[in-house]
């Protein structure tokens, strides 16, 4: 079983940066995957980056979430962060991050793919203008 602990959250002013780390516990098994989302007030969830955790971790963002977001692992996959710059208020919400599996030949290119089974708890993120 996989256990994983978001952590990080805060508020921050408008522009300002935040890192979110999730820390990784358990058996992953075949598990090949991370990513973070998150949950704006009133929307559905949406993913912001992901990573194929093999091959010294290969990140992939959706187009919309390119530039001010940044997805990274330690080496050893204890741990997945995400470095959030240039933070606005829209980007209030609860994030979370999650753990996967897909094949490789699908995932290692576009981790999206990956079906995420694993969740942690959330973090809250509160930016002000």
């Known amino acids: 079983q996989v256990k994983l602990v978001e952590s990080g959250g805060g508020s921050v002013q408008a522009g300002g940066s935040l890192r979110l780390s999730c820390a990784v516990s358990?058996?992953?098994?075949?598990?090949?995957?991370m990513a973070w989302f998150r949950q704006l007030p009133g929307q559905e969830r949406e993913g912001v980056a992901y990573?194929?955790?093999?091959?010294?971790?290969?990140?992939w963002y959706p187009g919309s979430m390119k530039g001010r977001f940044t997805i990274s692992q330690e080496a050893d996959k204890s741990a997945i962060y995400l470095q959030m710059s240039g933070l606005r208020p829209e980007d209030t919400g609860t994030y979370y991050c999650?753990?996967?599996?897909?094949?490789?030949?699908?995932?290692?290119?576009?981790?999206?793919?990956?079906?995420?089974?694993?969740w942690g708890q959330g973090t809250q993120v509160t930016v002000s203008s």
């Open positions: 999650a753990m996967g599996y897909g094949p490789s030949s699908v995932v290692r290119t576009r981790p999206a793919g990956a079906r995420f089974n694993d």
């Open positions: 358990g058996q992953t098994g075949s598990r090949n995957s």
């Open positions: 990573i194929y955790i093999n091959e010294g971790g290969i990140p």
